[in-house]
């Protein structure tokens, strides 16, 4: 019985750890973080290569985030500044939008979304760049932040599923 409350409060706890990855949070390595907790308490309750295969997911989902805003900006002729505008842009617009939009992870992700084709934008065109290219850059950096966000999503909610299974079936 307590095997079963252990496992559900993980589950619950990563549910709200994978919604984090929104505010460009890492919601994935706090998945992995209180799964390596709860096997090290629990010890034998997760096989290592349970453990082995949600550490590697998490490591994906930060690359594949981090290259979905850059690739883009750098696509559309954006510098590196513009790039980590982007990033830094998405996650204030993030933690923003969390609070003036308030739809549960939409609102956020409007946030970060447009925190980082502001941010992109405001680097190339204090840079130097023309408007026309630094609206293209902070558009494609928007663009691109969306497509890493939610890949890394869809990569967190593979990360719950491995360990839902792996809780629930020994």
């Known amino acids: 019985m307590i095997q079963i409350l ?3 409060g993980l589950l ?3 549910a709200v750890f994978v919604a984090l990855n929104v505010l460009a949070l890492p919601g994935n390595w706090l998945m992995v973080a209180a799964t390596l907790l709860v096997a090290w308490w629990r010890g034998g309750m997760f096989s290592t290569a349970t453990l082995v295969a949600i550490v590697v997911l998490a490591a994906a989902g930060e690359v594949v985030e981090l290259l979905g805003g850059t690739m883009v900006a750098k696509r559309a002729g954006g510098s590196t500044r513009g790039a980590v505008a982007a990033l830094l842009g998405g996650i204030v617009g993030g ?3 969390t609070f003036v939009i308030p739809v ?3 609102g956020s992700l409007i946030g970060a979304c447009g925190g980082a084709a502001l941010g ?3 680097a ?3 840079g130097g760049q023309a408007p026309r ?3 293209r850059v902070g558009m494609g950096a928007g663009a691109g932040y969306m497509l890493g966000t939610v890949a890394k999503m869809i990569i967190g909610a593979a990360i719950w599923i491995t360990i839902a299974i792996a809780a629930f079936w020994p």
């Open 12 to 14: 619950v706890a990563n």
């Open 120 to 122: 992109a934008f405001l």
């Open 133 to 135: 290219k630094s609206l």
């Open 95 to 97: 933690l923003a939008g």
């Open 6 to 8: 252990i496992s559900l």
């Open 104 to 106: 549960p992870i939409i």
């Open 124 to 126: 190339e065109k204090s």
